[in-house]
């Protein structure tokens, strides 16, 4: 049962000495309640009541860490059906497997697919981010694949896919101080591998041809204290999938139903040969509700708009993405060259970093923190108008940067130049285009005088 800020708080030590980072307990413990922070922040709390608090407060959905010393990804933790209720926390991993069967060239194909496929979107990378190494049968093979990936591929996580146990041990020492995550798959002595997922630490798949016996089968792992774990719910068909990854996650964040409260791992070629079906079928699993998507091969034209659509599922609908306030050189600006004001909203900020970059104007471009708002926005809301945007250019020195006293402003806000002249002082206002690609014309015209 979740515990309130109110019962949190009970439990506090009530010094009130602020060295969790909050002015009182009650306004640390109203934090935990939602989530937000963890116990471990108070270091006056009774250990058994840290164990109880972080029990009560734990997502239903376990968080299971996996990675690499370079990058470590979180699988689940996901708190809600709907990401409008509040957000989905931790996007799906998604990537393709490295098999023990496929000739050298083949392996560098893909190794080299994992280091250039990368697109930056508003300041994100979106890339592929977990391999699979899957033992077929060529014991050698395996280990140098699994060499092969920490060495060239720092950044991926990695999922060692066999039933050999002893394979496995000796994989989980190569790929050592990453975590990978552990697939054994059928294999019939499922107890040496939960040992082994023990004393090494590695979180472990669990798969189970119907649902109610995944329950059961995760049921005992967890009493024999088994708690980083991943679901394989077995499904054999894509339908059957969906329908199996929306009970696991409403019987996990509804009924608190803990042999569900784990991340589920799919793989997008037991349902189809087709590559594309594939990806068509992984665009459902990414909104309902996996957590690791594996796909048969990577293909940019087919893996972009997969990742881009993650990326716009798994941003908080309740916060603007933003870039931070100063001055944004393009183009290799010197002392002559303009000055473009406008705010701090990521998507006008690429939007509008792009246009100039594309226009080949050296430029200086100044952003103001305006909460994330866009332009109209922020100057209905106060946050971009004469006032502050004359505060905000004195403030960033751009004045000594440069030789001129020109300032080029969004189009939208053009009633604000008189304004803003006044309160600058000594400055020429210029007004920019209203959308971004007027930008480079105006920019050639301005550099021009
Ligand atoms: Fe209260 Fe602990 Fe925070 Fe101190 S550190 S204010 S005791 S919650």
Redesign the pocket.
Known sequence: MALTGIQIMKL??????????????LA??MKVAAGQVEID?????DPKVKEEISEATAPPIRTVVIGTPEASYKLGGETVLFRHEKKFENPPLIGTYLKTSMEDEEVLRRIKAYQTLKWERVGNVLKPEIVCIKDEGDKERFISLVKKVREVLPEVAIVLASSDLSLIKNAIEVCTPSVPLVYPGQAEDLSSFVSLATEKKVPLVVSAVTLGELARLVEGLITQGLKDLVLDSGALHPKELFEDLVIIRRAAVKKRFKPFGFPVITFMDRYTEDLVEEYLLASIYVAKYASIILLSDLKPELLFPLLLERFNLYSDPQKPLVVDEGIYPINGPDEYSPVVVTCNFALTYFIVSGEIEGSRVPCWLLIKDTDGLSVLTAWAAGKFNADNIAEFVKKTGIAEKIKHRTLMIPGYVAIIKGELEEELGGWEVVIGPREANGLPVALRELAKR
């Open positions: 506090l030590p009530k010094k009130n000495c602020k060295e969790c980072g909050f002015p009182t307990c640390f413990a922040k108070c270091p006056y709390v």
